[in-house]
């Protein structure tokens, strides 16, 4: 699980910034950076969030 949510932390920034040279308009650009800051917020606020709340001190 840690691993699947750095994959998608580190993808979505990859295509937040790739963005920038896939398209040459501005709307494109912010399309495709909103979903890449998407992505990694999924990964974030998802998949490690999930992880590190099922492994956490107070529930042992």
């Known amino acids: ?3 699947a949510g ?3 932390i580190v993808g979505g ?3 937040a910034v790739g963005g920038l ?3 040459p308009s501005n709307i494109g650009r912010g ?3 909103c979903l ?3 992505i990694s ?3 974030n ?3 490690l969030n999930k992880y590190y709340l099922a492994r956490a001190i107070w529930k042992k």
């Open 36 to 38: 890449g800051i998407a």
């Open 6 to 8: 750095l994959v998608l």
């Open 13 to 15: 920034w990859l295509l």
């Open 31 to 33: 399309l495709i950076a």
């Open 21 to 23: 040279f896939i398209t």
């Open 45 to 47: 606020l998802g998949v």
């Open 1 to 3: 699980m840690r691993i």
């Open 41 to 43: 917020l999924m990964g």
